[in-house]
């Protein structure tokens, strides 16, 4: 019975998927992208209910309230599908940093494409870290919070914390913002790379600030 839950959360997350990039790719003709990712979100919410409605993977989320009001540098480990999705909904506008492969994926691909993302090459680590900083400079710039997956690939639970790249604290010292870390299990619950789903509550914990913007350390040596 599980297993037909299952299916019936792909074949809906799926065809929703398909709808909501087309929705997505029309509407970034018209509105911003900022209002993109609010139509973005809202699917993400309804997607996510559904997991939780029939493969019994709910969330609680710890810290919510150390979300600064103004652009950050959000870093999170990496285990499977349900971060990429959630941390969206968190700040918006929000730019992920994210490989360029992912943009030929048909409709997934193009609909993200319309979501200010910042592409990079895993195997250009140095190009990448520079598009990292540059654009993403520019983006927090325009009010846009930075999501970056520092280990750079997803991760078994039972591994731990991979070694993380140092794009997030150039990134944030550059543009003097803090960083916020994002910690969390759901790869025990909705498990990559594979059918299969285990029911359970993902636990997310969002600390305080891990870097203090430059200027805010400055004064208090002062």
């Known amino acids: 019975m599980i297993n037909i839950y299952n299916l019936l959360f792909y074949i809906l997350f799926f065809f929703s998927l398909i709808l909501i990039?087309?929705?997505?790719?029309?509407?970034?003709?018209f509105?911003?992208?900022?209002?993109?990712?609010?139509?973005g979100k809202l699917w993400i919410i309804f997607i996510l209910k559904a997991l939780e409605y029939l493969?019994?993977?709910?969330?609680?989320?710890?810290?919510?309230?150390?979300?600064?009001?103004?652009?950050?540098?959000?870093?999170?480990?990496?285990?499977?599908?349900?971060?990429?999705?959630?941390?969206?909904?968190?700040?918006?506008?929000?730019?992920?940093?994210i490989k360029k492969e992912i943009l030929m994926i048909p409709f997934f691909g193009w609909g993200i494409s319309r979501l200010g993302p910042i592409t990079i090459n895993r195997g250009l680590k140095v190009q990448s870290l520079r598009k990292v900083i540059d654009v993403g400079g520019h983006r927090i710039k325009k009010g846009f919070v930075v999501l970056i997956f520092p280990e750079g690939t997803r991760r078994k639970p039972e591994d731990g914390i991979g070694k993380f790249?140092?794009?997030?604290?150039?990134?944030?010292?550059?543009?003097?913002?803090?960083?916020?870390?994002i910690c969390h299990n759901s790869g025990k619950y909705w498990m990559?790379?594979?059918?299969?789903?285990?029911?359970?509550?993902?636990?997310?914990?969002?600390?305080?600030?891990?870097?203090?913007?430059?200027?805010e350390m400055l004064t208090e040596e002062d």
Do not use: Y
Not at 21 to 29: A, D, E, M, P, R
Not at 31 to 37: G, L, N, R
Not at 169 to 177: C, D, H, I, P
């Open 192 to 215: 990559n790379r594979t059918f299969k789903k285990k029911s359970g509550d993902i636990k997310l914990k969002l600390s305080k600030n891990f870097l203090k913007p430059i200027n």
């Open 31 to 39: 509105v911003s992208t900022k209002s993109c990712q609010k139509i």
């Open 21 to 29: 990039s087309l929705v997505i790719i029309i509407s970034s003709f």
């Open 55 to 97: 493969c019994g993977i709910s969330w609680t989320v710890d810290g919510e309230d150390n979300i600064p009001k103004t652009p950050f540098v959000m870093v999170s480990n990496h285990q499977g599908p349900w971060e990429s999705l959630f941390l969206q909904t968190l700040f918006l506008p929000t730019s992920s940093i």
């Open 165 to 181: 790249g140092n794009s997030c604290g150039v990134l944030a010292s550059n543009q003097v913002v803090p960083i916020i870390p």
